[in-house]
């Protein structure tokens, strides 16, 4: 029964040509085993600068920084709306003590008048008795609103005191928090410089077409190239049947090998 035809694995034309066997080989690509072996090293930094960054991207005082900016913002309009509410509160005051000022000083001026003696009439003192009266009434009431308003006030000033004092201390915590982040971000960074210097080293030294190759698997499933052990790809972790093995065995050293199930170049080593 005669072998399948080869098939053509997407990218340019003659890219990628997968045998039957079930590995593929990048014809179009030649690279010294010394090369390739130098593409572990290079998979090894990008997968510790993958970590840096995640590493980066969870770390505990990103969480605490934003909730410390959430609450800084809750507290700022928290904080607004009672200083709106203060000024409402201010205003109204302002107008109950005027309206208690205006009914005292009716009072006063109606009992300046009885005691005066500037009544005669039985009726007319009747009705200015039963006027004071009702003002004395409306002034109770209007005190009961004015107390009602600065009670009001002083639970506003005393909140208003309250989110103060978490401000000031949210500002103290926010600040310490952002001393830990940057610290841990500088010890970040300069890992993943060293990491990039040492990466820029070895990339300069590979083959730009063997390099490039390695890039786009790079991109497309997180990790370029694996190394083949003891007749296991440490990409996926799946075993080669002997007759791969063989082929790959057989294979010119300069050739560059393709996991089939996880599409990560293959450098072999001594023990595949």
């Known amino acids: 029964m005669a072998a399948p035809a080869a098939r053509w694995a997407g990218g340019p034309a003659g890219e990628r040509q997968e045998h039957a066997a079930g590995a593929l080989s990048c014809g179009f690509v030649k690279a010294s085993p010394q090369a390739q072996l130098k593409l572990l090293e290079l998979a090894e930094l990008d997968t510790e600068l993958s970590r840096l960054d ?106 208003r005191t309250s989110l103060s004092a978490e401000q000031t201390a949210l500002a103290d915590q926010r600040d310490e ?49 694996a190394a083949l052990r003891h007749g296991r790809c440490e990409g996926c972790h799946l075993s080669l049947n002997t007759v791969d093995l063989g082929r790959i065995r057989a294979a010119p050293p300069d050739e560059v090998i393709r996991c089939e199930e996880c599409r990560r170049i293959l450098v072999r080593e001594q023990t595949a």
């Open 54 to 159: 995640h590493r980066r991207r969870i770390l505990p005082e990103n969480a605490e920084f934003e909730a410390a900016q959430q609450r800084d913002a809750e507290l700022r309009d928290e904080l607004a709306a009672l200083e709106a509410r203060d000024s409402d509160l201010t205003r109204d005051q302002a107008k109950a003590e005027r309206d208690v000022d205006q009914v005292r000083t009716r009072i006063e001026r109606d009992r300046a008048r009885l005691d005066a003696g500037q009544v005669s009439s039985p009726r007319e003192l009747e009705n200015l008795q039963s006027e004071i009266v009702s003002l004395e009434r409306r002034q109770g009431d209007l005190e009961e609103v004015e107390l009602e308003v600065m009670e009001q006030l002083e639970e506003v000033t005393r909140r």
């Open 177 to 225: 928090i952002a001393t830990r982040r940057d610290a841990a971000f500088a010890e970040i960074g300069e890992q993943a410089g060293k990491a990039s210097d040492s990466r820029a080293a070895i990339a300069a030294d590979l083959p730009a077409d063997l390099l490039d190759l390695y890039d786009r698997l790079r991109a497309q499933h997180g990790v370029g190239a």
